[in-house]
């Protein structure tokens, strides 16, 4: 082993330490990896950052922005009342669901799938009554699964996508993943339909989704009817029935105009009108407790009646700016206007001293302000709105065009016509100028941390392959399987990557596995291809851990899990990967 090989080994050895232990940002331990790299000479100056401007590192970023104008489009929200029917039991509504995740991770981000579908899910386990606990971590692992179908569903399909063009001279196309893909994915999507949701632990079978999680509430207008007995009332007076029936009050409405504030402590009078939040039953319940009237014969939908106020709730996904920070820690009351009433966590929503609560990723937030405001703030602070949030600011007479440019920019890369990144470049451009993002959303949709991340890497990664580095990590792992079949060696080249990649982001993973497994090829003397393949499915496959994928981090708190709860359905499920991808790998891909 040479000065160099030692030195890089050392050094991506310590940022593999870094990342595990979490202590400080993925994206600037990378970073800083690679500014020793270039001091220590072993990576030329002018290179430094060549990285960034890598076709995997420019993909990764367009799909984002891409997924974040379908989104806007309603495109996907269409299919809303085929996935979300409380009479199906649980298997039948996890094949459901899975099956509808793990498609639309093959179109979209994977993450982004499942910011979408998530709200369903816990609204349908709320109305029939089921542990959501049942149903998210399947879902998530759906989503995970469903992104190795295609090319742009999963970053690590990318980055070995790429690595082919350096290596062999031509990138994997969009759906030269989908053959291997759809074998694993749908053994994966059957395992947790029919399996893998009955190993989550007893205690969560107990949990019925809690109010903060819920993706259905409503919110009505009740009228103080002739003769009812909240006449005379103050606003206040209400809030135990209101409590007891699990309704929020959020205010009056007198002579067509919304009073200031919450209104708790004016006079009811006939005919007023008040605003209620809380899921349809609930409302009632309540309605028949305060002796109060409907407004119409029929229940508002989704989002405030008052152009005043606006409550969301809404996700926060790691590296939200609100991660890890309070709400005085960010003055949202006083510079921005925004109240954060409450905080789900595992079940238990705060609302004692909430702007105080530290707020983790995972957390629901339950945040009450100007409706004209809340989509820029939501963004501001990163987090996903869950219930009326999004479906607010949805733009669905543009879906149909939304579609069409995106289909448009697929086919033309699929015919070879422009390259991938060119073709949904365009499609950001017409996304653009069709108000379906803006200039500041686009860059709002891109996850910075991991660009700087892959733009860090790959000059490391670069680095180490041409000081014989991974040519001598594919020596080890042939030796060590001297005298086995070639599927052998595969098998372990994806545990070991699958392993990895539980604990490290997958784009890390898939940077530094992709050049090993051509080495193991080439030391083989067969087709590469089947070791590109079976490095970009075990890099994706992360299931035993939180911290392994971000999907895995999104459904903790309000799926209410713990660490140890992820391997109970995940460690069959990464055992059956491997068992379904070798032989498919080797059937597609022949050696």
């Avoid at 508002?300 to 991660?323: K, M, N, Q, Y």
Wanted: aromatic share 8%; charged share 15%.
């Amino acid at each position: 082993m040479t000065g160099e090989q030692l030195f890089l080994f050392g050094l991506l050895g310590t940022v593999f330490v870094f990342l595990i232990w979490g202590r400080f940002r993925y994206d600037l331990v990378a970073f800083s990896a690679l500014l020793i790299a270039v001091a220590a000479g072993h990576i030329e100056a002018d290179t430094a950052f060549a990285g960034f401007g890598h076709p995997a590192v420019v993909i990764i970023a367009l799909v984002l922005v891409v997924s974040r104008g379908l989104v806007n489009s309603g495109a996907v929200e269409l299919i809303s009342p085929y996935v979300v029917r409380p009479e199906r039991g649980a298997p039948m509504h996890i094949a459901v669901m899975s099956v509808v995740g793990g498609l639309l991770s093959a179109i979209i981000n994977n993450v982004a799938a499942l910011a979408l579908l998530m709200p369903l899910d816990i609204d349908a386990a709320t109305k029939a009554k089921r542990a959501v606990a049942l149903t998210l971590m399947p879902l998530s692992f759906a989503t995970i699964l469903g992104g190795m179908l295609t090319l742009i569903g999963t970053p690590p399909n990318i980055v070995v996508s790429q690595y082919r063009a350096q290596a062999l001279g031509e990138p994997f196309s969009m759906f030269d993943f989908t053959p291997v893909g759809l074998a694993v994915a749908a053994t994966g999507i059957a395992y947790v339909s029919l399996i893998g949701w009955r190993l989550l632990p007893n205690r969560e079978r107990k949990r019925l989704a809690a109010p903060a999680e819920e993706g259905g509430s409503f919110v009505a207008e009740a009228r103080v009817k002739d003769g009812s007995k909240s006449i005379g009332l103050q606003v206040n007076e209400l809030y135990a029935a209101a409590s007891d029936n699990d309704v929020f009050i959020l205010g009056v409405i007198r002579r067509g105009k919304r009073l200031p504030g919450y209104g708790r402590n004016h006079t009811l009078a006939k005919s007023d009108f008040l605003v209620l939040e809380g899921d349809p039953k609930s409302i009632e319940a309540f309605m028949g407790a305060a002796d109060l009237d409907f407004s119409g014969s029929e229940k508002h939908d989704l989002g405030l009646a008052s152009p005043t106020l606006t409550l969301v709730e809404a996700i926060v996904p790691d590296g939200s700016r609100i991660a890890g920070r309070s709400a005085s820690d960010l003055r949202l009351q006083y510079r921005h206007g925004i109240t954060l009433l409450g905080v789900s966590r595992s079940g238990k929503r705060f609302r004692d001293r909430i702007r105080r609560l530290t707020v983790m990723p995972g957390d629901v937030l339950l945040l009450l302000g100007p409706q004209e405001r809340m989509q820029e703030i939501t963004s501001w602070l990163g987090v996903w709105p869950l219930a009326g949030g999004q479906t607010q600011f949805l733009q669905r007479s543009k879906a149909t065009m939304a579609i069409a440019g995106f289909a448009a920019a697929i086919l033309a890369s699929v015919l070879g016509l422009v390259s991938l990144d060119i073709a949904l470049g365009m499609c950001v451009v017409a996304y653009a100028l069709l108000g379906l993002v803006g200039g500041r959303e686009i860059y709002e949709s891109i996850e910075w941390k991991v660009i700087v991340l892959l733009g860090s890497l790959i000059p490391i990664g670069v680095a180490l392959e041409a000081s014989g580095g991974t040519e001598l990590i594919a020596r080890l792992i042939v030796d060590a399987t001297a005298g086995f079949p070639a599927w052998v060696v595969l098998a372990v080249l994806m545990i070991v990557t699958m392993t990895l990649s539980d604990f490290l982001n997958n784009v890390a993973t898939a940077l530094i596995a992709a050049p090993i497994g051509v080495g193991v090829a080439t030391a083989l003397d067969v087709n590469p291809d089947p070791f590109l393949m079976g490095v970009a499915v075990a890099a994706s496959c992360a299931f035993l851990t939180p911290i392994g994928h971000k999907n895995n981090t999104i459904v903790m708190g309000p799926g209410g899990y713990r660490f140890g709860d992820y391997w109970r359905m995940g460690l069959l499920l990464e055992i059956i990967v491997i068992v379904v991808a070798v032989p498919a790998i080797l059937l597609v891909w022949p050696l």
